[in-house]
């Protein structure tokens, strides 16, 4: 049973232009949930969705952050007009139950913006 | 609670010691703690959990003990072997409130051989 998958694990954008992080929950998990992590910080919530729906999004940017999980493929975490201090790895977890000691977590994508 | 500043503080231990690593957390709500290992380069790794209304919860050489009085957690990791060098984040979680976790400031772990 292969774990969350995140693609790309490495990306880089120039200041203005979008960031499209992508996350692959495990087999048989509905629920996805997104962390940001700056250099020697903890991870901090961004948003919970559950398929089609957006349950908790309490940690999301007013602007330019969005997040969907569709019915068909995977998670999808979009940043518009990136800045530089968008810069940071961005963790997906996945639960099967929505129950937080079950979340998963992939390995990540580092995001840096020239 | 929420972390701040630009440096991890850092545990060094010799190799075979045993390493305890201290976390405090922020909200008195709480229910449900949760101890990650972080390898450089890779996401959280789960490392054993503990709720509530227990005080001690013991795992294969790890042991987490929690102190509600003053909102205090520890991870005591047994005879540390290399392989347990890391960054290990305590996260907190309610239960019925939101399922996110809300994660300390992180300790790194230097084992020495």
């Known amino acids: 049973n292969a774990g969350v998958m995140q693609n790309p694990r490495h990306l880089v954008r120039r200041r203005g232009q979008e960031a499209r992080l992508r996350c692959s929950p495990m087999?048989?998990?509905?629920?996805v949930y997104w962390y940001r992590q700056l250099p020697e910080e903890g991870l901090k919530f961004m948003v919970y969705?559950?398929?089609?729906?957006?349950?908790?999004e309490s940690g999301m940017p007013k602007e330019r952050f969005s997040a969907e999980f569709p019915k068909e493929g995977p998670s999808i975490l979009r940043i518009q007009q990136v800045v530089r201090g968008d810069s940071a790895a961005y963790f997906c977890?996945?639960?099967?139950?929505?129950?937080?000691?079950?979340?998963?977590f992939g390995p990540g994508t580092r995001l840096t913006v020239t | 609670g929420e972390s701040v500043g630009l440096h991890l503080p850092t545990l060094s231990v010799q190799e075979g010691d045993n390493s305890i690593i201290n976390c405090a957390y922020s909200?008195?709500?709480?229910?449900?703690f949760i101890w990650y290992k972080q390898e450089s380069g890779k996401g959280p790794q789960f490392i054993i959990d503990?709720?509530?209304?227990?005080d001690k919860r013991q795992g294969q050489r790890v042991t987490v003990l929690l102190n509600k009085t003053v909102k205090h957690l520890s991870l005591q990791i047994a005879a540390t072997q290399p392989g347990d060098s890391a960054v290990y984040f305590c996260?907190?979680?309610?239960?019925?409130?939101?399922?996110?976790?809300?994660f300390g400031g992180g300790t790194r772990l230097m084992v020495k051989p």
């Open positions: 977890a996945s639960s099967e139950t929505g129950a937080s000691y079950e979340q998963y």
């Open positions: 087999k048989g998990h509905s629920h």
């Open positions: 969705l559950q398929k089609e729906n957006i349950i908790d």
């Open positions: 909200n008195s709500a709480s229910d449900y």
């Open positions: 503990i709720r509530s209304n227990m």
């Open positions: 996260a907190e979680s309610i239960n019925n409130a939101g399922n996110m976790l809300t």
